[in-house]
């Protein structure tokens, strides 16, 4: 059920629990929102730092997410540096809120070796039914919100587009500095 290294829900769990949402959602005809949460600037961080401490800068991000989060939000592992936290009952302004706070909550902390500001997140926001009405399509919105997050320069926040025709985005706003969904 969690992730050996974050302790945080594993992607087979997410899965799981996406199904079980959108299904809640549908029944009882309210919205939910997903968050898709990138880790900016690992990479570079583990070559200078090795891959030990990068794991360690990945369970202190999970730590902070899920601090930020309610108790009733779902916070996963999704892939190697990329987490996802289902929020139910949560419109898109209530998820763009959780997902400002845990990027300024990310860059204002000190990792070892690294001030604050160097490691940073981007999130892409993607809300049931506006966004898609299967866990894939959603995960796909929050993706590409995601995507366009982190073109944008990192350390963003983005939101899915609500437009049905479009494969876009809007951008939510740019406070501070500056992958495909697997089919379920």
Do not use: W
């Amino acid at each position: 059920m969690t992730d050996d290294l974050t302790q945080v829900y594993n992607y087979r769990f997410l899965k799981m629990g996406l199904r079980r949402e959108v299904k809640r959602a549908a029944r009882f005809s309210q919205k939910f929102s997903l968050l898709m949460i990138d880790v900016d600037n690992l990479k570079r961080y583990n070559d200078q730092n090795g891959h030990l401490r990068g794991s360690e800068v990945l369970r202190q991000i999970a730590q902070i997410v899920v601090r930020e989060a309610r108790s009733i939000d779902l916070v996963a592992k999704y892939g190697g540096d990329e987490f996802v936290v289902i929020l139910p009952q949560t419109a898109r302004e209530g998820a763009c809120v959780l997902a400002d706070r845990v990027k300024t909550s990310v860059a204002a902390t000190a990792f070892p070796h690294v001030a604050p500001g160097v490691i940073t997140v981007s999130l892409g926001v993607a809300t049931y039914p506006e966004n898609g009405i299967t866990a894939g399509e959603l995960l796909e919105s929050a993706d590409i919100a995601l995507y366009a997050a982190k073109q944008s320069g990192k350390n963003r926040v983005s939101i899915a587009s609500t437009d049905p025709g479009a494969r876009g985005f809007a951008s939510r706003h740019e406070v501070g500095s500056d992958e495909s969904a697997d089919s379920f």
